[in-house]
């Protein structure tokens, strides 16, 4: 009798904590609701830039074709390097610095470390990293890929691709790679939709027409691709799992591993709009935004859109206009509630509350 009991007492404690938790996130929706967020404590530091300028680490990389200077967030020099021979272009990916010159491309780390990787010949067109994983696109006859691994070794050697080279993403599960391509069909885009191991094994390809894919994630094995007119998901053997139409014009995403999210920005009459999608392909969040909005950033759990002037938080379907200024905002990160915002000639230090 007694184990009846408390078998019963068990169960009833487990449904009004369901019920009480239901009740809780509803409360703490209404709260957060309620709230108007704000940047409070605001420092002003007047910093040095040179032509082209961004954060770095914990820092600011600032370079012109021939000089590079890295500050801290308080405009205090960490190192400098200039050179006599000209960058033909440069390229900030991750804590690394791509610099091509007419001889060679120079591969720099936050600590001024170098190297060069002579395997490479030709102009590069783009630089990304990820998953500690490097890809570079260069221009040669044609396009062809490179992939550096953690330890600088080449292991996917000059790669060439038919088509134009659109997007890259390296897997963080195992050595594969997806990447798109593009080319036009009497006037019509289509692209190819690659999955392929770094041992040039290429596991599936996909066709899309009639649309132009603008970003492609691989995560857990699975490729995310975000076009002008769809969203398609495909899983590790390259099944289309789901696809879901773009109804307006995308601003600007944001694919989120840690939270498993799509995040799209869409222009919506006079609005913006946030939608946000799960791995699922099901839409679990829809956040009204100002018309203005150019950019998405999510730190978190705050979700940040804004334009050369003015920065909203979205929450709760409202849009808390936390910042504005007469000069142009370059770029912005987030430490906690501590945001950062860089201008040319300045960064400004705050607290989100």
């Known amino acids: 009798m007694k184990k009846i009991i408390l078998f019963i007492v068990i169960i009833l404690v487990f449904v009004i904590a369901i019920s009480y938790s239901a009740y809780f996130k509803d409360f703490l929706a209404v709260l957060d609701e309620k709230k108007v967020y704000k940047i409070e404590n605001i420092k002003t530091t007047e910093i040095n830039t040179l032509n082209e300028f961004e954060f770095f680490e914990n820092g600011i990389i600032s370079y012109n074709n021939q000089k590079m200077v890295y500050t801290d967030l308080n405009n205090k020099i960490l190192w400098e390097n200039e050179t006599t021979e000209f960058s033909n272009k440069v390229f900030i990916a991750d804590n690394y610095i791509f610099r091509q010159t007419n001889h060679n491309i120079t591969v720099m780390d936050k600590n001024n470390q170098q190297f060069v990787i002579a395997e490479i010949d030709g102009n590069i067109i783009n ?18 890929l490179f992939i550096i691994n953690e330890n600088n070794e080449v292991v996917v050697d000059n790669k060439e691709f038919k088509d134009i080279i659109t997007g890259l993403s390296i897997s963080d599960k195992s050595e594969a790679y997806s990447l798109t391509t593009l080319t036009f069909v009497n006037g019509a885009p289509v692209n190819t939709l690659y999955f392929n ?3 040039d094994v290429e596991l599936w390809s996909a066709s899309i027409e009639n649309e132009i894919l603008i970003k492609t994630k691989v995560i857990n094995n699975n490729v995310i691709a975000i076009g002008t007119e769809n969203i398609y998901f495909y899983n590790n053997n390259g099944k289309l799992m789901w696809k879901n139409s773009v109804y307006n014009k995308i601003i600007d995403y944001d694919i989120s591993h840690e939270n498993q999210k799509i995040n799209i920005l869409l222009e919506k009459d006079n609005s913006a709009e946030l939608i946000s999608y799960n791995f699922e392909g099901k839409v679990i969040e829809i956040q009204e935004a100002p018309s203005a909005v150019t950019d998405l950033k999510i730190f978190e759990n705050k979700i940040l859109v804004y334009n050369n002037s003015e920065i909203y938080l979205l929450h709760s379907n409202k849009a808390d206009k936390i910042f504005e200024d007469d000069e142009n905002i370059s770029d912005i990160s987030i430490e906690g509630n501590t945001i950062y915002i860089l201008f040319k000639n300045k960064i400004i230090k705050g607290q989100i509350k």
């Open 127 to 144: 630089v990304s990293r990820e998953n500690g994983k490097t890809g570079i696109i260069v221009k040669g006859n044609g396009q062809t």
């Open 197 to 199: 191991l770094m041992d």
